[in-house]
């Protein structure tokens, strides 16, 4: 509010340089706080890398040899790690922070099982996401001597690319390259071929695990949790949505998910379901939900294997309008970042030691 006509300004703001201090001495209090972790981060809520196959055939409009069966598809999602800060301890009253960047370099592929064994056009998403996560250990734990439970929150945000590779119209009543297609105004359906599909996106995550009957050697746990994602398409930067292909694709895609999991003696049984829909499409697609069994043994050092159902549409990037119907049976990579090994990871240091499915 200003201040009326021959007035002295209100004394009650404090200076200039006394702030821009008191700022400083905040930040450095702050740093003092946190650490920087550079050896082996908690890899939280982030992608996992599949390779598998399906009795069920893959449909592809202008085909000859659609529906066609598949050789197997592959999920690669490495998460790269930048150095990750943290903030606190699980055990401590406030609990511990995380703040995480990631690059996520992920494709996926399809080989179909033909006369030739094509690959048919890639999925590219690389993105980069940005994490804050906590973990704390819940009230009414018995502590060391007994079973405990935690909790751990996360938010992500990604900005991300999708797209094929290709420069084929988007419709298969277009003619030319993208984008000089003609008719300018292509109608369905949609070029599935050599069709070109492309978006930027940015997506919003939530996710929550609670973690009980945690037993005190920290190896054995149940795991309960859920998260739900909202992911808008944009025309920002060089490959955005283009307005004919947001109007058949739409303004973005929501979801949810569960999840319960047995960790038993650092072996884990893994059970998550999700259901994910799109929104401003023209026409109406349907959500899609999926179901998905996994074990990963100890010994597998990350890896395991699974079995998934899915129902509803196809994910893989032009093939959207397609309807799903998928059995999947393969591997499942959950791979720690390249941890390296620490002396202080030394068995006179286990306290430190973070609950199961929390590391």
């Not at 009650?12 to 006394?18: D, E, G, H, N, V």
């Not at 201090?21 to 982030?46: G, K, M, T």
């Not at 393969?330 to 006179?348: H, Q």
Request: aromatic share 12%; hydrophobic share 40%; net charge neutral.
């Amino acid at each position: 509010m200003r201040n009326a006509p021959g007035t002295r300004p209100s004394r009650t703001r404090a200076p200039l340089p006394a702030l821009v201090a008191l700022l400083l001495v905040a930040a450095a209090e702050a740093r003092a706080d946190w650490r920087w972790e550079y050896n082996s981060p908690a890899p939280l809520f982030l992608d996992r890398s599949y390779v598998f196959g399906s009795p069920n055939r893959i449909r592809r409009q202008g085909d000859p040899d659609s529906p066609a069966p598949l050789l197997f598809e592959a999920q690669i999602a490495p998460n790269l790690f930048f150095p990750q800060l943290h903030n606190g301890h699980f055990r401590s009253k406030g609990g511990e922070w995380f703040l995480t960047a990631v690059l996520t370099p992920y494709i996926r592929l399809r080989m179909l099982n033909t006369d030739s064994n094509p690959v048919i056009p890639p999925s590219y998403v690389p993105k980069i996401t940005l994490q804050v996560a906590h973990l704390r250990v819940l009230p009414g734990s018995r502590g060391e001597d007994g079973p405990g439970r935690g909790l751990a929150l996360a938010a992500n945000l990604t900005v991300g690319h999708y797209s094929n590779g290709q420069e084929g119209c988007f419709f298969a009543n277009q003619e030319g390259t993208d984008p000089d297609c003609t008719p300018a105004q292509g109608e369905l359906p949609l070029n599935e071929l050599t069709g070109s599909f492309s978006t930027n996106f940015l997506r919003g995550e939530l996710h929550a695990r609670t973690a009980f009957a945690v037993e005190p050697d920290l190896d054995s746990a149940w795991l309960v949790g859920g998260g739900s994602f909202l992911e808008l398409n944009t025309t920002i930067g060089p490959g955005g949505i283009t307005e004919e292909q947001r109007r058949v694709y739409g303004d973005g895609n929501w979801g949810v998910s569960l999840l319960g999991e047995r960790i038993w003696k650092q072996h884990r049984f893994r059970l998550e379901c999700a259901l994910s829909a799109p929104f401003g499409e023209t026409p109406h697609r349907r959500a899609t939900v999926s179901a998905e069994v996994a074990a990963l043994p100890y010994w597998g050092a990350g890896f395991g294997l699974f079995a998934r159902y899915v129902y509803g549409q196809d994910s893989y990037n032009i093939l959207f309008l397609e309807r799903a119907n998928f059995w999947q049976f393969g591997l499942v990579f959950e791979l720690s970042p390249g941890a390296r090994l620490k002396a202080e990871d030394a068995e006179t240091d286990a306290d430190k030691r973070r609950p199961p499915g929390f590391r």
